[in-house]
């Protein structure tokens, strides 16, 4: 079998050289060869919350403005409420268990990443000059994947709470060396390079928090990789996904919440934020789709804290708005879950 992998890399310019994020290889739990090129991939681990810290270290707090000490407190009250808030959406969220045989968390070893880690890790946040998400499908679409795309670019938005908007479909064109045959499916692959660089970024608008892709190309990033489902520039701001693979003889139902889950994702990455530990999360590392299934359409009460913060959005706010989404789209159990956030939110704080 084949193994797949999403690659983001975070390259901050105030950090100094790119530092690469945790890259995410996804693997099928049979697949012989997956083992030690994982380890080898996943061997780059960033440094960029050191660096920030270090940064942060050296500088001297300026003197504030009135102005500026009013936003500092209205900032600090915002935190004060995204923080009580992780509190009441707790028992919506599973505990991180013992990884299973051949799950992520069996053979990565990663920090996670609270909210106040988040914070101090002075992640990139979508500035008033840059704050749309730009969904771009690319190439040929029967009707049903077009349409889970349009559903995904909605989610998205909704998700985020940020703008999104979804460009008119392009042809993707690639000729030889950015394209070739896998050797084990011997379908058609298109380097992913070639996307980002020579497609993407040329056409990347100004006001784009992110250039995101869809296509139904298989992807490969190299000759040592057999494919992965996507990779993103958090500097270029540009990413690519594929759909190839998430069909898999599926239902329609798992196909979509397999991209929702996808494009949620990978969108945090581009937002600074890390694979997720303490819960079973929308943010958590996966190594296979079984384990993608797995994982809740939502993001765990630590990592939902970080996305309202990007947006300042209202958390309950936000949660009925998923709700609506989640009915408009069949997902029932999905939309209850949401409401029943919604209402845990609003409620008065409870007594410890
Ligand atoms: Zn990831
Ligand atoms: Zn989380």
Not at 102 to 112: C, R, V
Not at 113 to 139: H, M, N, S, W
Not at 214 to 241: C, H, I, K
Not at 262 to 279: D, L, P, Q, V
Request: hydrophobic letters at 40%; one cysteine or more; proline letters at 7%.
């Amino acid at each position: 079998m084949d193994r797949a992998m999403i690659y983001v890399s975070l390259n901050n310019p105030r950090l100094g050289k790119p530092r690469p994020l945790p890259q995410v290889v996804l693997t099928r739990p049979d697949d012989p060869i997956s083992r030690p090129l994982r380890q080898v991939v996943l061997t780059r681990l960033a440094t960029i919350a050191l660096l920030a810290f270090a940064l942060l270290a050296c500088s001297k707090p300026a003197e504030k403005p009135a102005s500026n000490m009013a936003a500092a407190r209205e900032a600090k009250k915002e935190r004060a409420e995204l923080r009580s808030n992780i509190k009441k959406i707790e028992p919506f969220f599973k505990p991180m268990g013992k990884p299973l045989s051949n799950d992520w968390l069996e053979t990565h070893h990663e920090p996670g990443q609270t909210f106040e880690e988040y914070l101090d890790a002075d992640p990139v946040k979508p500035t008033k000059e840059r704050q749309k998400i730009y969904v771009l499908p690319l190439g040929k679409f029967n009707a049903n994947q077009q349409k889970i795309i349009d559903v995904t670019a909605e989610y998205l938005k909704v998700f985020y709470d940020l703008p999104v908007e979804e460009l008119t479909a392009k042809p993707l064109v690639a000729v030889h060396p950015n394209v070739r045959q896998n050797k084990l499916t011997k379908t058609r692959q298109i380097k992913t390079g070639h996307i980002l660089n020579d497609i993407l970024k040329p056409q990347l608008p100004n006001d784009a928090a992110a250039l995101i892709a869809f296509t139904v190309d298989d992807l490969y990033p190299n000759e040592t990789m057999s494919y992965l489902f996507g990779q993103a520039s958090l500097e270029e701001r540009v990413g690519v996904w594929s759909l190839a693979r998430m069909d898999d003889n599926t239902d329609q139902r798992n196909f979509l919440i397999r991209t929702l889950k996808i494009a949620a994702h990978e969108t945090g990455h581009m937002f600074s934020m890390r694979h997720c530990t303490k819960y079973e999360c929308l943010m958590s590392g996966t190594n296979h789709l079984q384990e993608t299934d797995r994982r809740p359409i939502d993001a765990c009460p630590e990592c939902t804290a970080k996305i309202c913060w990007l947006s300042d959005v209202d958390q309950a706010e936000r949660y009925k708005k998923l709700a609506d989404f989640c009915r408009k789209n069949g997902l029932v159990k999905e939309a209850d879950e949401f409401v029943k956030k919604a209402a845990a939110v609003n409620a008065e704080a409870r007594t410890k």
